[in-house]
């Protein structure tokens, strides 16, 4: 699985702006002409911050590579937008305060252990995203959350479980499944500005 080029991360982090922007008007969203790798089917998120004091607005994404990576930009875009339930929807005049964030993810693998404190080992900070699986039990972190937070690999382990409203030691349990994933980042450096490829290590 190819990386994207700069110009092709440009273009998905302008499409959501594009999705977003239109849906709040209520106007049909029509997909033409669009980079062929947008074909392929990947998993994406797509993270909103205020701006400029660069607060979480919302971020929501499709985690497995299930369809063509448009539908899931597409999808992605208007799920943080309006459908995240820690936040109010976004209103369209707020979008001139807002940056976005998007990242092309990997598809998971499981991280093989013998023994759980193996993932202390096994799991990179700035490389790697993580997914908690535990019975009904599931969260996921993105590899830029433990590097904004200055979390070592145990905090990041310890808030995946929170995050997947799990005790924070419950990843020392041989029944939990953790999965990785890397991400290729693609944010505006300020609303409707220029955008950047992010580097986290």
């Given at each position: 699985?190819r ?11 302008k ?18 002409n669009y980079?062929?790798v ?11 911050h ?14 497995e590579?299930i369809?063509?990576l ?13 459908r995240?339930?820690?936040?109010p ?6 979008m001139?305060?807002?940056v ?5 993810l990997?598809p998971?693998?499981?991280?093989e ?7 202390l080992?096994?799991?990179?900070i ?7 699986r ?11 959350v433990p590097?904004?937070?200055?979390w ?16 924070p030691?419950m990843?020392?349990?041989e ?19 220029e ?7």
């Amino acid at each position: 699985m190819r990386l994207l080029t700069l110009e092709e991360g440009k273009f998905a982090v302008k499409f959501a702006r594009f999705v977003i922007e239109n849906f709040l008007k209520g106007y049909d969203i029509e997909i033409e002409n669009y980079p062929e790798v947008f074909n392929e089917k990947r998993g994406c998120f797509c993270t909103l911050h205020t701006y400029p004091d660069r607060e979480l607005r919302g971020c929501i994404g499709i985690p497995e590579p299930i369809m063509p990576l448009i539908e899931a930009l597409k999808e992605a875009a208007i799920s943080s937008a309006t459908r995240d339930p820690r936040f109010p929807p976004v209103s369209l005049e707020e979008m001139d305060n807002i940056v976005i964030e998007i990242s092309i993810l990997t598809p998971p693998e499981l991280i093989e252990v013998s023994h759980p404190r193996e993932y202390l080992q096994k799991i990179k900070i700035g490389r790697d995203g993580l997914i908690i699986r535990f019975g009904p039990y599931s969260g996921l972190l993105l590899p830029q959350v433990p590097v904004e937070y200055g979390w070592d690999v145990e905090e990041f382990l310890a808030n995946l479980c929170l995050k997947a409203g799990l005790p924070p030691d419950m990843w020392l349990d041989e029944n939990v499944k953790i999965y990785k994933f890397q991400a290729q980042i693609f944010e505006e450096v300020e609303p409707r500005g220029e955008v950047i490829e992010k580097i986290l290590y």
